[in-house]
């Protein structure tokens, strides 16, 4: 185990070293990262794709392909569009994104919870 503490003076010991990582899904060069996952949960509580692409910083054009992109290479339809009018648009997550959303949180739950598990076999802070 190495001690990344030892050596520290005091206001350096209450910046302790954190573990930082990434994951992804790839399927056929699709990536469905942290981002993609985002654009699905912020759909899924705003009910529409521009204000998931405006709370992402991004443009409605990009989330919507990004969605299209996805839905292509898994061969699975996320997103379900109704078109505005006096009722108003919106856009709701199929229940295939709904599974695939709930699936990723649990596994990225089961990842960070043993990921830290083994990070703090090896280093203690």
Request: proline fraction near 2%; hydrophobic fraction near 40%; glycine fraction near 10%.
């Given at each position: 185990?190495?001690?990344?503490?030892?050596?520290?003076?005091?206001?350096?010991?209450?910046?302790?070293?954190?573990?930082?990582?990434?994951?992804?899904?790839?399927?056929?060069?699709?990536?469905?990262?942290?981002?993609?996952?985002?654009?699905?949960?912020?759909?899924?509580?705003?009910?529409?794709?521009?204000?998931?692409?405006?709370?992402?910083?991004?443009?409605?054009?990009?989330?919507?392909?990004?969605?299209?992109?996805a839905e292509r290479k898994c061969s699975i339809p996320l997103v379900i569009t109704r078109v505005g009018g006096e009722t108003g648009g919106g856009a709701k997550l199929t229940p295939e994104a709904v599974r695939l959303l709930q699936s990723y949180?649990?596994?990225?739950?089961?990842?960070?919870?043993?990921?830290?598990?083994?990070?703090?076999?090896?280093?203690?802070?």
């Amino acid at each position: 185990m190495v001690d990344l503490s030892a050596g520290q003076d005091n206001s350096s010991k209450n910046s302790s070293l954190v573990l930082g990582y990434k994951t992804w899904l790839e399927k056929d060069d699709a990536i469905l990262g942290e981002g993609f996952f985002q654009i699905l949960e912020y759909i899924r509580q705003t009910g529409s794709i521009a204000g998931a692409a405006s709370a992402m910083g991004m443009s409605y054009r990009t989330a919507w392909g990004k969605i299209k992109n996805a839905e292509r290479k898994c061969s699975i339809p996320l997103v379900i569009t109704r078109v505005g009018g006096e009722t108003g648009g919106g856009a709701k997550l199929t229940p295939e994104a709904v599974r695939l959303l709930q699936s990723y949180y649990h596994f990225k739950e089961e990842v960070d919870r043993e990921i830290n598990k083994i990070f703090k076999r090896f280093f203690k802070v």
